[in-house]
């Protein structure tokens, strides 16, 4: 390892804009004081489940309100977490008979007759057409939130039910709804419902326009299936040499009155779309091979991955990580620090995560830090 990353380090230019692509500060309301006062330029923070929608809203309020689009400190995103997923009905999935235990039954693996008492410690189950209506409407009151956190897990279980004496000592200062330490239970959410919870989330992304970001563990290849079957018809078109030649020439020389031929209006821009136009795959685990599949051409949206230090650059991970790295172009990566507090040791993940990078895509840590902001202007802005 060189003397840069060895502790003889020059000062990381938070200057030119450090922007933490994913990050969960409401998990514990009373740090949010602190992003006043972080070196981080702004956090992008993922919604998850039924406890963290209205917070993050409300974290959005309070730091921006009607601030400008370079000054905004906090970009909120609303989604439902894999995690959380059987928390919700598909629409026509239940009937008026339906039982509560019936639901948990039909969405969870694992399960038994005898599993009824354990179902009824869960909450009651929501609409998925409910959810997306009040997605919606809080993606209508932010015009550049995000759809976030989404995704597909294979590995995770449901925690157990909480016991009298996990109640009685559990951090008050965190949102509810989280594992916070209990034991895991046999029951896992099946994946046909998370690809129905996803899909349905990035189709409301693509009716907005709206860049998403994906959780994805065990599950890379079925995450890639759902992206591909709504990419599906709406490839890009390699473009033939004279048709390229052409569209030169009529961005050249086109005059500014003569909008109904330009190339890209922002009538257009506000299309709706069948998929979401930009995809961040945050805290990437995979191999490098899947890569290709996602920055072929012909791929509609455009695909980001982000690198956290405690998920990614943690011995033995690093070793896949700087694999992956070195397959990325310049202009997909992002940084995080999947944090659940903010302060000065979201700060510090986020430096430890850039040095990183910087050190393993041989970038000197000034050019980095410019690549990677102006990465994540464009994955959220476009």
């Not at 949010?32 to 919604?47: G, N, R, Y």
């Not at 000054?71 to 629409?91: S, T």
């Not at 956190?149 to 008050?172: N, T």
């Not at 956290?308 to 990325?328: G, Q, R």
Request: hydrophobic residues 35%; glycine residues 6%; proline residues 7%.
């Amino acid at each position: 390892m060189d003397g840069e990353m060895a502790g003889h380090q020059p000062r990381l230019p938070w200057e030119l804009g450090v922007f933490d692509a994913h990050c969960h500060p409401t998990d514990t309301m009373a740090s949010i004081a602190h992003i006043s006062h972080m070196k981080a330029t702004a956090l992008t923070i993922m919604a998850t489940r039924g406890e963290d929608q209205d917070l993050v809203e409300e974290v959005a309020a309070k730091f921006d309100g009607d601030a400008a689009l370079e000054k905004k400190k906090v970009i909120p995103c609303f989604g439902w977490h894999p995690w959380f997923a059987h928390q919700l009905i598909q629409d026509g999935m239940t009937t008026t008979t339906t039982t509560k235990a019936d639901h948990y039954r039909q969405v969870l693996t694992g399960t038994s007759k005898e599993d009824g008492e354990f179902f009824q410690t869960l909450p009651d189950p929501k609409p998925l057409h409910i959810l997306l209506a009040e997605t919606r409407a809080r993606l209508l009151a932010h015009p550049h939130a995000l759809v976030g956190e989404i995704g597909l897990d294979k590995a995770f279980r449901l925690p157990m039910p909480w016991q009298q004496h996990e109640v009685e000592s559990r951090d008050v200062g965190l949102t509810p709804g989280s594992r916070e330490g209990r034991k895991l239970s046999p029951y896992r959410v099946s994946m046909d419902h998370q690809r129905a919870v996803l899909r349905a989330q990035l189709q409301l992304a693509g009716e907005l326009r709206r860049p998403v970001s994906i959780h994805s563990v065990q599950a890379h290849g079925a995450v890639f299936d759902v992206l591909q079957s709504l990419w599906q018809g709406h490839e890009c078109r390699k473009e033939s040499r004279r048709e390229r030649k052409q569209r030169k020439f009529e961005e050249t020389y086109q005059t500014s009155s003569d909008n109904s031929n330009k190339p890209s209006s922002s009538r257009e821009n506000n299309e709706p779309l069948p998929y979401p136009p930009r995809v961040c795959l945050h805290s990437y685990s995979g191999p490098p091979d899947p890569l290709k599949q996602y920055l072929k051409p012909e791929v509609p949206s455009e695909v980001y991955f982000s690198f956290s230090a405690v998920i990614n650059f943690a011995n033995p991970s690093i070793d896949k990580a700087a694999a992956v790295l070195e397959a990325l172009p310049d202009d997909r990566i992002l940084v995080e620090s999947d944090l659940h507090s903010a302060g000065t040791e979201m700060d510090q993940l986020l430096e430890d995560a850039i040095r990183t990078i910087c050190h393993l895509r041989r970038w000197s840590l000034e050019d980095g830090v410019k690549r990677l902001a102006d990465n994540w202007r464009r994955f959220v802005f476009g």
